[in-house]
């Protein structure tokens, strides 16, 4: 019965994204969809606990789950087709009805302010095991690009939260690993509008989506010997191998955030502000 639940809760919610997203009150342009879905349709990898993992610039309240309504409908009716995500306490799981909804969405409560040590993050982690596919924003909240930090006029998404190197250092087999690019989401929801407006997205909005090539698992497997000889360096007392595995997590973590940032000036330039072209297939 709770399978039936998410199962509805996910097609319901990714059919009025996919109508949404035909309606003509806003258009979409995708790029690279064959990459995560060949992902997510290799069954031998994924019984074989090789998880997906996609890491995306996070601008907009409806970045999830819109950017999902892009997605064939049949992946809406298999958990191992429909992602998890990390969601904030605060934020989505302010009363009882968010809170069904959202843990029915697939949807794992995180608490700000509790490090990357908490269940949710040790649920993304089994999850991936499984084989599932997890979904991360790793900068941890909205950032839209007018409040990107910029070094030399060059705009860089946030640092991105250390929780995405111990998901992803921490699983059992390496996962596969998609960067994503969201554009116009930003100006469909903009930050800081009055009441009543900040709650309905703008019409007439040119939004995108794009997925980048896997990051190759020789870098994620480089940072992990990395961590292998941190943890087991002969004379290190346990305050040295905690900050050599912090140092390890934050260069995995860089990594991703790497890659993401290499596909927004793919799509959006140095700027990192509006969406230039698509990029190259299999770029």
């Not at 809406?76 to 429909?82: A, D, E, G, M, V």
């Not at 302010?113 to 979904?135: C, K, M, S, Y």
Request: charge should be positive.
């Amino acid at each position: 019965m709770v399978q039936l639940l998410s199962t509805a809760t996910v097609t319901a919610t990714g059919l009025i994204c996919k109508a949404f997203l035909n309606s003509g009150l806003c258009s979409v342009t995708v790029s690279n969809l064959h990459v995560l879905l060949e992902a997510l349709r290799n069954d031998e990898r994924r019984r074989c606990g090789q998880g997906v993992v996609t890491v995306a610039n996070h601008i907009s309240t409806l970045d999830d789950p819109l950017a999902w309504g892009t997605l064939p409908t049949e992946l809406y009716l298999n958990s191992k087709t429909i992602r998890w995500s990390l969601g904030a306490s605060d934020i989505m799981f302010t009363n009882p009805v968010f809170s069904a909804f959202f843990r029915k969405g697939q949807v794992l409560e995180t608490f700000r302010g509790n490090g990357i040590f908490q269940p949710a993050v040790d649920t993304a982690i089994r999850r991936l095991n499984e084989g599932h596919w997890v979904h991360l924003f790793g900068e941890g909240k909205i950032n839209q690009p007018p409040n990107y930090p910029r070094t030399n006029g060059v705009a860089r998404l946030p640092r991105f939260k250390w929780g995405v190197g111990r998901i992803l250092m921490e699983t059992a087999v390496p996962p596969l690993i998609i960067p994503m690019w969201l554009t116009g989401f930003d100006k469909l929801m903009p930050e800081h509008r009055s009441f009543p407006y900040k709650y309905f997205p703008k019409l007439g909005i040119k939004l995108g989506v794009a997925f980048g090539e896997p990051i190759p698992v020789e870098e994620i497997t480089a940072a992990l010997i990395t961590r292998a000889g941190a943890q087991f360096a002969p004379g290190c007392d346990v305050m040295k191998q905690k900050q050599q595995m912090d140092l390890v997590r934050s260069g995995v973590t860089t990594i991703i955030q790497r890659a993401v940032e290499a596909l927004g000036r793919q799509v959006s330039g140095n700027h990192l502000n509006k969406r230039l072209l698509d990029p190259p297939m299999g770029s």
